[in-house]
């Protein structure tokens, strides 16, 4: 069986922006290259976490509007976001 695993390779700041490469390795060879743009800085959560790459937080961090989508009955988020998307409309 052969080894498979990601390797952190770079990163570099460009303002509120990170930009990050990482390669999965397999068999001592890079086969494939990633390319992640983050507002975190925390790599290897970036990588795993879309909602922390994309916003800078954890999704039970962001805030609430106090108003409700009238389609899917679920809180609007700071972002503007619902359940259904009809809300970020």
């Known amino acids: 069986m052969s080894k498979t695993y990601?390797?952190?390779d770079s990163s570099s700041d460009q303002g509120e922006i990170r930009?990050?490469?990482?390669?999965?390795i397999k068999e001592d060879k890079a086969i494939w290259r990633i390319k992640l743009v983050s507002v975190s800085s925390d790599e290897?959560?970036?990588l795993?976490?879309?909602?922390?790459?994309?916003?800078?937080?954890m999704c039970?961090?962001?805030g609430s509007?106090?108003?409700?989508?009238?389609i899917c009955n679920l809180?609007?988020?700071?972002?503007?976001?619902?359940?259904?998307?009809t809300g970020s409309g």
């Open 6 to 8: 990601i390797r952190y």
């Open 65 to 70: 509007t106090g108003y409700i989508c009238p």
């Open 48 to 57: 795993m976490n879309p909602h922390l790459s994309q916003f800078g937080k």
């Open 60 to 62: 039970y961090e962001t």
């Open 75 to 85: 809180e609007i988020d700071e972002f503007g976001l619902c359940g259904c998307g």
């Open 19 to 24: 930009l990050m490469q990482f390669s999965l």
């Open 44 to 46: 290897m959560q970036s």
